[in-house]
């Protein structure tokens, strides 16, 4: 671990233990068929807030709205399904300009529609333009493993911890960058994530697709990674299907879940004491080029290794 | 360009702020060799051997395929946020338009709808005038503006009209968009990929604003007349001479479709032409 001092932490795992364990979930997707969001097949959803949003520039602030329709949307097709957000566009690791106005936005949608924890990507997709406003990069970057990034991302998870009373986890994003550097003691993205989590007293969104992804796009043993992060953290895991492009393998979530991956699961779940869900993650893009039978499929699929491992729903508890 | 060549200083470690300025940069940039986008950049904080190692990283297969992708999502989204219009030219030409907005910076906001508009008003550009294409860009350009302000839309108090100093201008969420055929006969012939009417020298107006319940809908002769001279802010007892234009002045304000300028967009003109000059 890098030499960063760290403030008292909780017990082990203590925010992650409080967690309520759900189950398994799927994304909120607008062009999917509403009985497909139904208890049964789902144990809950998983929602991106920024679909539910229209950007809105003030001047030189920039806001986002909650569009009441599609807000009203969701929660009729949701019904009383839990829900946990997964957010895109947080920005949390720019070194300026992390994006504000959607922790306002995500304010008012917790007011309106609670959730039982919230996530983001450990990455950041704004610089500073020619003029200081933030610029998007178009894509999402990588941070590199410094001190300074632990320091930064581990202060604002606390923040936003504090802010929102319930857990709040950074997930492993999948990249590109072999290159990438990383500080000695940070050593890789398995140590820069169990160091931000360790400053900012965070859980973790394990994406076993992600981090399939880096395993065979850098070349390193994804069980063996998982043997190193930080399982007691782990409160949620996500699953999602890819492709090959240009030599690559790509985090596209666009399709079934490839056997690598379900396999990474199985051997991963047992390891998860405080885990709360899986979720089966597609893009809305993506959406329609599955069948429901082939969405439905995956779940439970999820399910079956979920309940195989002992785990109980968040129905079935209650 | 080497790595030394940008300007760098040796007494600061690498910064976070750094290393994202120059890896969005190159990100971003529409060169071969996107190092070729640091030129010029002041006061970046690297020395050599971080500058080397941020070369390499950009040189690198992965960037190389990181930025393909950045393209290729730039893109998408920028066809997603002017789908009708753009399905209503050719192939080459949504091509070229897309092209030419991701080279200029375009596509890269993660909500498609923070830069429709302005990629609407830059397809708008380059379109002619009077055609089908430049109609359906206007009117997705309206749909866009109308329900982003119906958000926040609370009907005006009408009295406001009454003050005699009152200015109106165009409410900032509502257009007039001008069709050179009967709507419903353009929007079939979308829908059934036909042949599109031909360009009629009458005028179909339809009205776009934050308070109709649909958002739009077609407009009265005397609304157009009355939306012409909210062009450049004006006074209202010059709009509303006659108590039929009173009615649509109510009418547009209580919509949306008319506001009242903004009391700090007043500036005094020194022409003894005109008592005042209002920005708009």
């Not at chain 1, 950074?170 to 940070?186: C, S, V």
């Not at chain 1, 995956?298 to 508890?317: H, P, V």
């Not at chain 2, 760098?8 to 690498?14: D, G, I, K, L, S």
């Not at chain 2, 923070?114 to 005038?129: I, N």
Request: net charge negative; aromatic share 8%.
């Amino acid at each position: 671990m890098p030499s960063v001092p760290a403030a008292p932490r909780p017990a082990a795992s203590e925010h992650a233990a409080s967690a309520k364990v759900l189950g398994v979930g799927f994304s909120y997707i607008t062009t999917l068929p509403a009985d497909l969001y139904r208890p049964g097949l789902l144990d809950f959803v998983e929602i991106t807030p920024e679909m539910l949003c229209r950007a809105r520039r003030d001047g030189e602030a920039l806001s986002m709205d909650l569009v009441p329709d599609k807000l009203k949307r969701a929660r009729a097709i949701c019904g009383e399904l839990p829900i946990v957000v997964h957010g895109v566009e947080l920005s949390i690791g720019s070194a300026v300009h992390w994006n504000t106005s959607y922790l306002d936005m995500l304010d008012r949608f917790q007011a309106i529609w609670p959730f039982h924890w919230h996530s983001e990507h450990l990455t950041y997709q704004t610089i500073p333009g020619d003029d200081q406003r933030p610029l998007s990069i178009g894509v999402p970057l990588p941070l590199p493993g410094t001190a300074e990034v632990v320091h930064l991302v581990g202060a604002r998870a606390a923040a936003i911890r504090r802010r929102y009373r319930v857990p709040f986890l950074l997930e492993n994003p999948a990249h590109f960058l072999t290159r990438l550097a990383y500080e000695p003691g940070i050593d890789d993205e398995v140590g820069l994530m169990a160091a931000i989590i360790e400053q900012g007293h965070c859980g973790q969104l394990l994406d076993l697709h992600n981090l399939y992804c880096n395993a065979v796009n850098h070349g390193f043993d994804a069980f063996a990674a998982v043997d190193r992060i930080r399982l007691d953290e782990v409160m949620e895991i996500h699953v999602a299907g890819g492709r090959w492009e240009d030599g690559y393998w790509m985090d596209t979530h666009d399709g079934r879940v490839p056997a690598p991956v379900w396999e990474l699961l199985e051997y991963t779940l047992p390891r998860c004491p405080n885990i709360g869900g899986i979720v089966f993650e597609l893009l809305n893009y993506y959406a329609t080029k599955m069948t429901v039978d082939a969405i439905a499929g995956e779940l439970m699929r999820a399910g079956e290794i979920w309940r195989r491992n002992g785990r109980r729903s968040a129905a079935m508890q209650e | 360009m080497a790595a030394g060549a940008l300007q760098c200083r040796n007494e600061r470690a690498m910064s976070l702020l750094d290393h994202q300025i120059v890896l969005g940069r190159c990100l971003r940039a529409v060169d071969a060799d996107p190092w070729v986008s640091l030129a010029g950049l002041q006061g970046i904080g690297l020395d050599r051997a971080e500058l080397a190692e941020l070369h390499d990283l950009v040189h690198s297969p992965g960037f190389r395929f990181t930025r393909r992708g950045q393209r290729s999502w730039c893109e998408g989204r920028s066809a997603e946020a002017a789908q009708l219009t753009l399905s209503m030219l050719s192939t080459e030409q949504r091509r070229q338009l897309v092209n030419d907005w991701v080279d200029a910076g375009g596509g890269a906001a993660f909500d498609p709808t923070s830069e429709a508009d302005a990629f609407l008003e830059f397809v708008a550009c380059r379109l002619s005038e009077a055609s089908h294409a430049m109609t359906i860009c206007r009117m997705e350009q309206a749909i866009y503006r109308a329900s982003q302000a119906a958000l926040r839309f609370k009907p005006p108090d009408l009295s406001l009209l009454d003050n005699p100093n009152t200015m109106l201008c165009a409410g900032t969420g509502a257009a007039m968009v001008r069709f050179f055929a009967e709507p419903q006969w353009l929007f079939a012939a979308i829908g059934a990929k036909a042949p599109l009417p031909p360009l009629s020298d009458r005028c179909f107006f339809v009205l776009f604003a934050p308070g109709l319940p649909a958002l739009f809908r077609a407009a009265t002769h005397e609304e157009a007349a009355v939306w012409a001279m909210l062009v450049d802010p004006i006074a209202m007892p010059l709009v509303s001479r006659g108590r039929d234009k009173r009615r649509t002045i109510e009418e547009l304000f209580t919509i949306g479709a008319a506001d009242l300028v903004p009391e700090g967009n007043v500036v005094s003109d020194p022409s003894p032409s005109s008592t005042h000059h209002y920005s708009a």
